[in-house]
């Protein structure tokens, strides 16, 4: 994540640059505020992380402090091909943006101050097929428990006639993050796929044979086409 922002300020400065000579080309100037009044006031996202799903948006707000004007405040994208933002609206000293998913991943947006680069907020963008509903603990038995480590997206590959009820594979991976109870060392736990209406279109499994403290084991499920949300049950 650290990699992403540092390249993220280059293009930050390299976008600097640009509206600076933009900026001295144009016969209108624009309204600025001063770096001190920036500074001091500051700059407060409404979030520091967002997460966007296929075919929606998410909204995000930007607000200076009173007296600054808020169409001074740009927008970027580290990896524009997971998701875009662009701004909407403005309101005085708050900026509105919105955050479209492109191809699903996670990346990191950056909304700064036109005329003061250094003031900067950064905002991580998760771009999900699903709306991924994972609670912390995962399991039926309080003294052994997995927790999701990592999961993923892949084209469903199997593309026979009879076979397009899917509309990709989740990949996901769990860790045991605690094993004290010997006498239940199998475990497992189910997984929802849902529909926009709440209905359960798939109910799937992840399961341990055996449990090992620090493990990491690994599912594939495939997800149903009109799939919009996927739930692990927890305690």
Known sequence: MRTKIRKLKKRICSAMAFCLILSAMCVIPAADISAEESIGSG?????????VTAGT???LTAALGDGSDATRLAC??????????????????VAAFQINYGNGGTTVAAVYSLDNPALT?????????????????LGTNRNNYCKVVSYSFVPYDF??????DYQSTLNIQYQCAAYKDDEYNRWGCYGYFYDAAGNVLSKVHLYASSL?????????FNVPVNAVRFSIEGF
């Not at 700059?43 to 997460?51: E, F, G, N, R, Y």
């Open 43 to 51: 700059l407060v996202l409404s979030t520091d992380i967002v997460t």
């Open 57 to 59: 948006a998410a909204t």
């Open 76 to 93: 970027i994208m580290a990896d524009p091909t997971v998701a875009t933002i662009t701004p909407v609206a403005y309101t005085s000293n």
């Open 121 to 137: 907020a950064y905002i991580t963008v998760n771009a999900t097929p699903l709306i991924m509903d994972i609670p912390a603990r």
């Open 159 to 164: 593309t026979y006639a009879d076979f397009n």
């Open 212 to 220: 090992a403290k620090d493990r990491i084991y690994h599912s594939e």
